[in-house]
């Protein structure tokens, strides 16, 4: 039989449901396994998913870890407290910043450290350019994903360079900062740098204008994230989903607010919730979430106080903090980047543990990507925003 | 919220059979935790993630601890009144006991709903050889998924009820725990023979004499 004939529907007609068909004519039922990743350009780093394709379909996706892991925590337990610091920054490469303060905001808690005001102020200027950073960079490779070869990367580049040049500028290196130290801050900024740095949060809404006009309302843009790869808010809770993915689906929860670690709670600012959960909403959630933190900058230039930027307290050698444990954890630009740490009393810490936002957002991966095309999964998993040196650890 | 102790009274009206015992943490943070028995545990999981007060729907962080076997030596001081009619002496004896070892596993909850936490809840196994199996919470917190296979795979906990128990991080293949205090790292991860003598040397202790193939050396194969 000719099967470009059309024909009338055989007993094996297409079920309905929107991920599984039971279809079994010659052109469907037969399986293809793709291994996707871990060298795929569009994995964002080693990351290897196993997708099952019944034609484009994706009926199964299965990740696998571990390409990059060096088993960051026992190294860490190998060293002293403040030897992990530089470490932290090969975590999330892109956030170097906050991952330092997530890790000293930890430490502290567990050896009661006190944090000098003008430090806590640094800090916030210093994560939310880290944010900045992030989610311009991550809007760039999402399109990226989309198949728009390089264009709108290369506008978010050009202000993360921005960025990031006032990084090396502080603290001698463009992505591995290692700025953070248990009570306080490494370097304090000269008043040319916080004027250059006050100038380019000035210019950033114009970037985010530019940026939007270009690709919010993009026709081809929509039609690709609306409506995909939705995730709904109590399974979202349910895995641990943190960060814009979650606010995305529309739950109200950012530490920011909540927990109020650092001086956040004496900031004005919005925390901007989607209503889909889709990958669109998950982009509108960056966009939204860069304008805010240019107004948290804003407000921590203008009130920045005058001060030592380290608590005289402070002991960085021969730092051992008594026998305890405790978990720090901070609104990264993934979601909760917590550390857990016990301490024995010793220069080493006994249990040295990263919560990371990046593997555990890709929980439900699967649960997202099923029924949609490869190419589809490919943005979804862009949107989730992952880096594989946390992921992997 | 309500306290950790009256979290506890209220667990322990709502399971009289279950053993749970409240852990201080002596340092700053003062995050103090309770140990619950693992049979209970997927139960007592369910009844923190569904009490209206708690609603701990959301966790945060699941982890593994190891504590090895540790020899801990007690002193104890005894004052003797001295024959001889002088000051009492003090009289220190020492005993040394086996504190068994085991492995832990720790959760960190939190609520969503209601903005509260955290609660950490800890279970431990019976050893760290045999008994090494606690249930898995991936059913009530899927969050645990992939943190429970990642510590099964550093730690070797066999989490009883999880949907998909499989190395995280390590291949398939691996064979040991790398997170466990007492794991001895090889020589050579990769290690495969190549005619380099300083490689050759590391690898001797990994071949048996009958084993090891005999390399030729220069000439054509």
């Known amino acids: ?393 | 919220m309500e306290t950790l102790e009256q979290i506890r009274a209220r667990l322990l009206l709502a399971y009289p059979a279950a053993q749970i015992t409240f852990v201080t943490n002596p340092g700053p943070a003062a995050e103090h935790s309770l140990l619950i028995e693992a049979t209970h545990a997927v139960e007592i999981a369910r009844w923190l993630r569904d009490d209206t007060a708690l609603h701990l729907d959301y966790c945060s962080n699941a982890t593994g601890v190891d504590w090895p076997d540790k020899t801990i030596t007690d002193v104890a001081t005894t004052t003797e009144p001295d024959p001889a009619g002088g000051p009492a002496k003090t009289v220190e004896t020492k005993t040394t006991r086996l504190q068994p070892g085991y492995l832990e596993a720790i959760y960190h909850l939190y609520s969503i709903a209601l903005k509260q936490g955290p609660v950490v809840i800890r279970l431990r196994t019976a050893n760290r050889t045999d008994a090494v199996t606690l249930p898995s919470l991936t059913p009530i917190w899927r969050s645990c998924d992939f943190q429970e296979r990642e510590i099964f795979d550093l730690y070797g906990i066999i989490f009883s009820g999880h949907p998909d128990l499989r190395r995280l991080l390590m291949w398939d293949e691996f064979k040991d725990h790398p997170m466990r205090k007492d794991y001895v790292e090889p020589d050579d991860y990769e290690w495969e023979p190549t005619a380099h003598g300083a490689v050759l040397e590391r690898a001797k202790p990994h071949q048996s004499a009958a084993a090891a193939p005999a390399l030729k050396t220069g000439g054509t194969p």
């Open chain 1, 1 to 393: 039989m000719n099967p470009f004939t059309p024909s009338a529907p055989t007993p094996f007609a297409s079920a309905p449901g929107p991920t599984v068909r039971a279809v079994h004519d010659e052109f469907h039922g037969d399986l293809l396994e793709v291994s996707m990743g871990p060298q795929h350009p569009s994995t964002h780093g080693v990351f290897r998913m196993v997708a099952t394709l019944d034609g484009e379909q994706l009926v199964k996706l299965k990740p696998v870890f571990g390409y990059l892991h060096r088993n960051h925590e026992k190294i860490a337990e190998n060293t002293t407290y403040l030897g992990s610091m530089p470490y932290t920054d090969r975590l999330d490469y892109l956030c170097s910043m906050s991952t330092n303060w997530a890790y000293a905001l930890a430490v502290e808690r567990l050896a009661g450290q006190a944090v000098p005001e003008r430090a806590q102020y640094l800090r916030i200027i210093m994560a939310e350019l880290t944010r900045l950073v992030n989610h311009s960079c991550l809007v760039g490779f999402l399109f990226n994903d989309l198949g728009t070869s390089f264009t709108p990367l290369l506008y978010a580049f050009r202000e993360r360079e921005k960025i990031i040049d006032l990084f090396e500028s502080l603290s001698g290196s463009r992505m591995m900062c290692n700025y953070q130290r248990f009570g306080g801050c490494r370097v304090d900024p000269t008043p040319e740098w916080l004027a250059a740095a006050q100038q380019l949060v000035d210019n950033f809404p114009r970037f985010l204008d530019e940026y939007e006009r270009m690709l919010t309302g993009n026709e081809i843009m929509l039609a690709r994230t609306q409506g995909v790869g939705r995730l709904d808010a109590t399974h979202a809770i349910n895995a641990g989903i943190t960060g814009p993915v979650l606010r995305a689906s529309g739950v109200d929860y950012d530490l920011r607010k909540v927990d109020a670690y650092g001086f956040y709670a004496q900031f004005d600012f919005r925390v901007p919730l989607g209503a889909h959960g889709d990958t669109y909403d998950r982009y509108m959630m960056r966009i939204l979430e860069m304008r805010e933190s240019v107004k948290i900058l804003q407000q921590a230039f203008k009130r920045l106080p005058a001060g030592p930027i380290m608590d005289p307290k402070a002991k960085l050698r021969g730092f051992r903090p008594k026998a305890g444990e405790a978990y720090g954890r901070l609104e990264g630009p993934k979601g909760e980047l917590g550390f857990f740490l016990i301490s024995d009393g010793s220069p080493n810490p006994y249990r040295y543990r990263v919560r990371p936002p990046s593997l555990i957002n890709l929980t439900l991966l699967e649960e997202m990507c099923l029924g949609h095309t490869i190419a589809d999964a490919v943005v979804i998993l862009g949107s989730i925003d992952i880096v594989l040196g946390e992921v992997d650890r």
